[in-house]
């Protein structure tokens, strides 16, 4: 057994000082994304500035909100504004011969007018290529909803174009630490897929660990330690309203909801070593599936409910392990390298993400569940926590940038990544909702 990984299983056996744990709805600061690499392969798209025909000016960019979202995808390469060679607003004023000079493959152009105190928001795609125009819709947006409505024109582009559903509507999880010793503070806190909109719903002198989003994305399971030993909790993330499920003495650790929510995985040490149990929400009955003497946690379900993935050390090193959801024998599923753990299922359920360790660190990768092919996605030294978005085009997780956590986020053919660093200290342990509508 490696001795991180001791460290992580032994770590929350840790006694702490039990101190009241606060739910508040404080506004977080945003995370910026930072691009660390760009694809070779991103589809040009110009995004024109969204004419506006009211006074003054507008409290967001509505264009660049939805131009930064298509880039941070890895999937597309906006051109830059001084590159736009017009700036129309109708699909009537576009010349498609000019913006083929440019190499732009796409172009999205909108108006944004006052309407009933609201906005009337009209944007068009075109393919400049094909020579037509490939969607128009009229959008209704309030003053503090813009973002959310750029994200939402976003999400329909992107699906217009590579047939996916968009995720830039969705948000994260995430928990911050600040201080040290005695001093140390940490949040949970939820915010928009680009970091923005960060909300703080729970704040503790305690170490929280592990947040998971519900299947309908209004509740998260996370661990807290505020009452001296771990503890799993499901809060609403909206209401601030909990519910503790386990304080067993031991380990109570990596809870993971069922596809249909009814149920909560999750690794307990209430009979000696950790285990993957599974327990009923509506019951609370709990059902051990595994039997064994190492330490097994971790758990993911599959996207049909009939299995689950966990990590187990009974190999000597950590690898995943893969069983029925009503237990059974388990079955090694990783065998590149000596150590892979916190595998995450895409939602299709073809590939398996998670963390590997080589000479140079530990990075997220990607194993084919077909053909057993593990892909490297990350060159970062210390990654962990792999969350992987709701259309499986995306995954975030925890590495370092010099002594700060932050958090990374890569393009599931590792083709692009960025990051979002805080400036409020350590951010860690992401987990990306699934789709909220």
Not at 20 to 25: I, N, P
Not at 170 to 186: E, H, L, M, P
Not at 347 to 367: C, E, I, N, W
Request: proline share 5%; charged share 20%.
């Amino acid at each position: 057994m490696s001795q991180g990984w001791k460290n992580l299983a032994t770590g929350w056996l840790v006694s702490l000082i039990a101190l009241t744990c606060v739910a508040t709805t404080a506004q977080a600061q945003n995370l910026t994304i930072e691009i660390t690499r760009g694809s070779d392969q991103a589809t040009p798209i110009a995004v024109v500035p969204f004419e506006f025909s009211g006074q003054g000016g507008l409290p967001q960019d509505v264009a660049q909100i939805v131009s930064d979202d298509l880039e941070h995808s890895g999937q597309f390469s906006p051109l830059s504004r001084s590159s736009l060679v017009s700036l129309p607003s109708s699909s009537k004023d576009v010349f498609y011969d000019d913006w083929k000079r440019v190499d732009a493959r796409y172009l999205v152009v909108g108006k944004i007018e006052p309407q009933g105190g609201q906005y009337r928001i009209q944007y068009e795609l075109m393919d400049i290529l094909g020579g037509k125009r490939m969607l128009g819709e009229t959008v209704t947006s309030s003053d503090g909803n813009l973002r959310a409505s750029a994200h939402y024109i976003s999400d329909q582009i992107f699906e217009a174009i590579t047939g996916i559903r968009g995720a830039f509507s969705t948000r994260i999880a995430y928990v911050s630490a600040s201080g040290a010793g005695d001093n140390s503070r940490y949040a949970l806190h939820v915010a928009d897929a680009d970091g923005y909109n960060g909300q703080q719903i729970l704040s503790s002198d305690d170490p929280i660990l592990s947040p998971a989003w519900s299947p309908d994305g209004k509740k998260i399971a996370y661990v807290s330690f505020e009452s001296g030993n771990s503890a799993i909790y499901v809060q609403n993330a909206s209401s601030g309203e909990r519910v503790r499920l386990t304080s067993f003495r031991g380990i109570n650790g990596a809870p993971a909801w069922s596809p249909d929510g009814r149920k909560l995985a999750m690794s307990l040490s209430k009979d000696g070593q950790p285990e993957i149990y599974v327990m009923n929400l509506a019951s609370r009955q709990l059902t051990r599936l595994t039997n064994n003497r190492a330490i097994e946690t971790e758990p993911d379900w599959a996207p049909d409910g009939q299995s689950l993935i966990f990590t187990s050390d009974r190999s000597g090193a950590p690898q995943l392990y893969r069983m029925s959801a009503n237990g059974g024998q388990a079955d090694r599923v990783t065998f590149t390298g000596s150590y892979n753990s916190d595998g995450r299922f895409s939602p299709d359920g073809k590939f398996l993400f998670m963390v590997t360790r080589d000479d140079s660190g530990y990075h997220v990768a990607k194993q084919d569940m077909d053909t057993s092919r593990v892909t490297v996605l990350t060159d970062s030294r210390w990654d962990e926590s792999p969350s992987v978005a709701p259309n499986g085009t995306m995954v975030i997780f925890a590495t370092q940038q010099g002594a700060q956590g932050v958090l990374g986020a890569v393009s599931s053919d590792g083709r692009a990544s960025f990051r979002l660093p805080s400036a409020q200290g350590d951010v860690r342990e992401p987990a990306w909702s699934p789709f909220l509508n």
